[in-house]
């Protein structure tokens, strides 16, 4: 008979140093102060107030110290981030420290993949195992041979005699073909993505940044450009996804996606794409006299822009998945338009399962064939 046994439940010791946890948590303020270590620390220090997160043995100062001793804070800025200056600001080191983390915390309970690049579904002469085999054929690798079993057909139809080795015996194992890809991802920054009383520039980071870091650790031929649009659209590097903030700006995806077609038309990879993350409307255009602005509703000039542009990413392959990561209904109409006219896709998510949509659609977007 089958039952239960229960016993007192004892919690995991953290065996973390105190500077690693505090290391965690100091990166977390960092993402969202954008690099601006002093208010980083001013909150650090709150934090340690009401939640005892130090002692005597090791106080916040011992691990401001740390900090600068391991090379994670250095004195002043080299002058190309938001975050530095005349005070102290973050290092490189922890710049891929932000990133990595990032990935850590979206990717982290995700199975982990074989090395290599993506695979396209389409059986030929790549090295991505499917774990089917096929008998040899004229033409394949001698490493696609799988002599285990080819061995053992051989010892079948030896049937105890002497031993030998046939082609008809050679099994081969089937691999897939893997693609490249070249990946665009817009983020928007309009001054929306931190109204409302809800901060949505803050996951878009944290995305970004371990998205950058997954495609670099796990598919290094694969290419990852960031724009940023607001009233303009820019590109930035993936160094400078820690110090990005929102500005006074209205929404200009028309400039976003033509700054997109034009670096990935520069790509040399069939496989091409752009993610787009927004909470609103497009409501302005770059015109020969400075901006068009619309906020109030959908205006059929800025709406239409957009529509031509998704249709002509469709013809040259370049499908959009737009992540629209705020709820109102009267946009819902305009990005199934956007949807229909690219034949890409739209997602509507909360900011908490951001990672893991634009996650699980980059794997299965790098399946199809280059």
Same mark, same amino acid.
């Not at 944290?206 to 598919?219: F, G, N, P, Q």
């Given at each position: 008979m089958q039952g239960f046994l229960f016993r007192e439940y004892i919690p995991e010791l953290d065996k973390r140093s105190p500077f690693e946890r505090l290391l965690e948590i100091f990166l977390e303020l960092i993402t969202y102060t954008s690099g601006?270590?002093?208010? #980083? %620390?001013?909150?650090?220090?709150?934090?340690?107030?009401?939640? !005892?997160?130090?002692?005597?043995?090791?106080?916040?100062?011992?691990?401001?110290?740390?900090?600068?001793a391991k090379g994670y804070l250095q004195q002043g800025g080299d002058g190309e981030g938001e975050g530095s200056g005349g005070g102290n600001s973050i290092s490189a080191?922890?710049?891929? #420290? %932000?990133?990595?983390?990032?990935?850590?915390?979206?990717?982290? !309970?995700?199975?982990k993949s074989t090395t290599g690049g993506h695979r396209t579904g389409q059986a030929g002469s790549g090295d991505e195992p499917t774990g089917d085999r096929r008998p040899f054929q004229f033409g394949d690798r001698a490493d696609q041979i799988d002599f285990t079993d080819s061995i053992r057909n051989a010892q079948i139809r030896s049937a105890g005699g002497e031993f030998s080795l046939y082609e008809q015996d050679l099994e081969i194992r089937e691999t897939e073909q893997k693609a490249s890809a070249s990946t665009v991802l817009m983020i928007d920054i309009s001054h929306s993505m931190i109204l409302y009383g809800e901060d949505r520039i803050t996951p878009a980071k944290?995305?970004?940044?371990?998205?950058?870091?997954?495609?670099?650790?796990?598919?290094p031929k694969d290419t990852l450009d960031i724009i940023v649009f607001g009233n303009d659209a820019w590109q930035i590097s993936v160094k400078d996804l820690p110090y990005l903030k929102v500005g006074p700006y209205?929404?200009?995806?028309?400039?976003?996606?033509?700054?997109a077609m034009d670096l990935l038309r520069r790509r040399k990879n069939n496989n091409k794409q752009i993610f787009m993350i927004t909470d609103g409307k497009p409501s302005c255009l770059k015109t020969k006299d400075g901006y068009y602005k619309n906020s109030f509703g959908l205006d059929p000039v800025i709406v239409n822009k957009c529509l031509n542009l998704a249709s002509e990413c469709r013809k040259i392959n370049i499908p959009i998945t737009t992540f629209m990561i705020a709820q109102d209904p009267y946009l819902q109409q305009f990005v199934e338009e956007f949807t229909e006219a690219n034949n890409g896709k739209a997602i509507y998510t909360g900011l908490g399962g951001l990672g893991e949509w634009i996650f699980s659609d980059y794997e299965r977007n790098r399946k199809r064939k280059g």
């Open positions: 601006d270590v002093d208010e #980083a %620390l001013d909150w650090l220090r709150e934090l340690d107030k009401e939640h !005892k997160l130090t002692n005597d043995d090791y106080t916040i100062d011992d691990f401001i110290e740390d900090l600068f080191k922890t710049e891929q #420290a %932000l990133r990595k983390n990032a990935m850590e915390q979206i990717f982290g !309970k995700m199975k944290k995305v970004s940044m371990a998205l950058a870091e997954y495609i670099s650790t796990r598919y209205h929404t200009n995806t028309v400039a976003g996606l033509q700054l």
